[in-house]
């Protein structure tokens, strides 16, 4: 890959700098076959689509407000969970990996931000034949935890760990109906981590009480407003929703700026800040 390609791709934690990164519009969002506990609980009441977007504009615009440059991918009826731009892909050190969408509803996503990276003259690995979404992936430094899930298989880990010689590659089991790893676990910085314990093993949690410093612990009804799935982006600021103010108390007596934005629309089909961003660059806070 050229240096060239080096300065348009890189990740290597989920809190340095964020430059760049790659969103959608919900305006086709819809709870079409109920996937978690959130869509479940709101199928009947449903998206209201003008709400979502005017949601999504605004953290477009705090994010662009902040120095991230917001890429935006065209949007289309047939794939009503595309807003969550995350699983369709990641970032791993200089490389984007374009996921395999283990659920119909999704599959045909990836070909829309194969579609971009290819017009922007972006390489990417194309993972093919093992299911993986890259919510269930959380790089840190030399780590990378993926965890396994209805969306993410063991075949896929053992797919890509031995394209990711310079990581440490660590296989997280939680309980299937949290959906993704990011639902239950994130890192907010080199020594602080958020989890929601009673999805996790007990061994995975010692491990993070190991790892991490200080570990936030989420009560079950922020994890139900998706408190972990929060998007850092640099310099210890944070995207958050407003109605996690446990989540929120404990980041900012930390140090961390909480910039709080409204996307309660949004969450109602399963996902938040970070299910909504796909980062393919950061770079290190000087």
């Given at each position: 890959?050229?240096?060239?390609?080096?300065?348009?791709?890189?990740?290597?934690?989920?809190?340095?700098?964020?430059?760049?990164?790659?969103?959608?519009?919900?305006?086709?969002?819809?709870?079409?076959?109920?996937?978690?506990?959130?869509?479940?609980?709101?199928?009947?009441?449903?998206?209201?689509?003008?709400?979502?977007?005017?949601?999504?504009?605004?953290?477009?615009?705090?994010?662009?407000?902040?120095?991230?440059?917001?890429?935006?991918?065209?949007?289309?009826?047939?794939?009503?969970?595309?807003?969550?731009?995350?699983?369709?892909?990641?970032?791993?050190?200089?490389?984007?990996?374009?996921?395999?969408?283990?659920?119909?509803?999704?599959?045909?996503?990836?070909?829309?931000?194969?579609?971009?990276?290819?017009?922007?003259?972006?390489?990417?690995?194309?993972?093919?034949?093992?299911?993986?979404?890259?919510?269930?992936?959380?790089?840190?430094?030399?780590?990378?935890?993926?965890?396994?899930?209805?969306?993410?298989?063991?075949?896929?880990?053992?797919?890509?760990?031995?394209?990711l010689s310079k990581f440490e590659v660590k296989a997280i089991q939680f309980k299937a109906e949290y959906l993704h790893l990011d639902?239950?676990?994130?890192?907010?910085?080199?020594?602080?981590?958020?989890?929601?314990?009673?999805?996790?093993?007990?061994?995975?949690?010692?491990?993070?009480?190991?790892?991490?410093?200080?570990?936030?612990?989420?009560?079950?009804?922020?994890?139900?407003?998706?408190?972990?799935?929060?998007?850092?982006?640099?310099?210890?600021?944070?995207?958050?929703?407003?109605?996690?103010?446990?989540?929120?108390?404990?980041?900012?007596?930390?140090?961390?700026?909480?910039?709080?934005?409204?996307?309660?629309?949004?969450?109602?089909?399963?996902?938040?800040?970070?299910?909504?961003?796909?980062?393919?660059?950061?770079?290190?806070?000087?």
């Open positions: 890959m050229s240096t060239q390609e080096e300065n348009k791709t890189s990740c290597y934690s989920e809190y340095d700098v964020l430059k760049r990164v790659i969103l959608c519009q919900p305006q086709y969002m819809t709870i079409r076959d109920v996937i978690n506990e959130t869509q479940r609980h709101f199928k009947d009441e449903g998206i209201h689509i003008e709400r979502a977007l005017e949601q999504h504009e605004a953290m477009v615009s705090t994010l662009r407000q902040n120095g991230v440059e917001v890429i935006l991918l065209p949007y289309h009826k047939k794939y009503p969970e595309q807003v969550f731009t995350r699983d369709v892909g990641f970032t791993l050190g200089n490389t984007v990996f374009v996921a395999d969408m283990a659920s119909k509803v999704r599959q045909g996503e990836d070909d829309v931000l194969k579609q971009w990276l290819e017009d922007e003259g972006f390489s990417y690995y194309n993972i093919i034949g093992d299911n993986i979404e890259g919510g269930d992936v959380i790089i840190d430094r030399d780590t990378i935890f993926i965890g396994l899930s209805e969306r993410t298989n063991q075949k896929a880990v053992d797919h890509i760990t031995p394209l639902c239950v676990f994130n890192v907010v910085s080199p020594d602080i981590a958020i989890i929601y314990p009673d999805a996790l093993t007990e061994e995975d949690i010692q491990l993070f009480r190991s790892k991490y410093k200080d570990v936030i612990e989420v009560s079950e009804e922020e994890q139900f407003t998706l408190g972990t799935n929060v998007l850092s982006i640099g310099n210890k600021k944070v995207l958050s929703l407003p109605v996690n103010k446990g989540v929120n108390k404990e980041l900012r007596d930390r140090g961390f700026e909480v910039i709080e934005v409204d996307i309660t629309e949004i969450i109602k089909s399963g996902g938040s800040f970070r299910c909504c961003t796909l980062p393919i660059l950061r770079a290190s806070a000087s």
